[in-house]
T-cell receptor, first 110, second 114 residues
């Protein structure tokens, strides 16, 4: 069993929809949680960064961490075609030695 | 330009050949990483380095060699390439400190082993 599980999708939604992306994990020692966005044929870029449990909001993006359930989520409000990308969750115990999920492909249709 | 650059971007080689993928960063970040990305597996850590002359294995190190004689360079060598090493390879760097999970990735090196 992988340490981090993420549904690969693809997830296809109409423009303006609310998108929910999720990851589950098995290692209770993880305390840093991140979401990276990767456009086609590009390197991943950091989208959201959370330490421990709770919510974090940045514009149309909200990251949630529930350590009791070992579950993290990324919500995208008012989704745009430019949000079409692969979204990778990542987490770590100490900071920068990350374990990534497989990535979810998101397609936002105009 | 400042940032992290990888070369070559595309490489086709044959089984048994030695291949070196180059990575260069201009930020003087302490940490550098090599990941491979394969369908269904996401990004898997091959090797990482906390500073010049300090390297350590990641999740999938077999068949790979790294070195870091200078802070800004972190080459990855496949000593005898195999078909299973066909993948997209990403180099990344990060600074130590409050946001150590913020990795900055290069654009990737797409390697095909025939």
């Amino acid at each position: 069993q992988k340490e981090v599980e993420q549904d690969p999708g693809p997830l296809s939604v109409p423009e303006g929809a609310i998108v929910s992306l999720n990851c589950t994990y098995s290692n209770s020692a993880f305390q840093y949680f991140m979401w990276y966005r990767q456009y086609s044929r590009k390197g991943p870029e950091l989208l959201m960064y959370t330490y421990s449990s709770g919510n974090k909001e940045d514009g149309r993006f909200t990251a949630q961490v529930d350590k009791s359930s070992k579950y993290i989520s990324l919500f995208i409000r008012d989704s745009q075609p430019s949000d079409s990308a692969t979204y990778l969750c990542a987490m770590s115990r100490y900071g920068n030695k990350l374990v990534f999920g497989a990535g979810t492909i998101l397609r936002v249709k105009s | 330009d400042a940032g992290i650059t990888q070369s070559p971007r595309y490489k086709i080689t044959e089984t048994g050949r030695q291949v070196t993928l180059m990575c260069h960063q201009t930020w003087s970040h302490s940490y550098m990483f090599w990941y491979r990305q394969d369908l269904g597996h996401g990004l898997r850590l091959i090797y990482y380095s906390a500073a010049a002359d300090i390297t350590d294995k990641g999740e999938v190190p077999d068949g790979y060699v790294v070195s870091r004689s200078k802070t800004e360079n972190f080459p990855l060598t496949l000593e005898s390439a195999t078909r299973s090493q066909t993948s997209v390879y990403f180099c990344a760097s990060s600074e130590n400190g409050e946001r150590t999970g913020e990795l900055f990735f290069g654009e990737g090196s797409r390697l095909t082993v025939l």
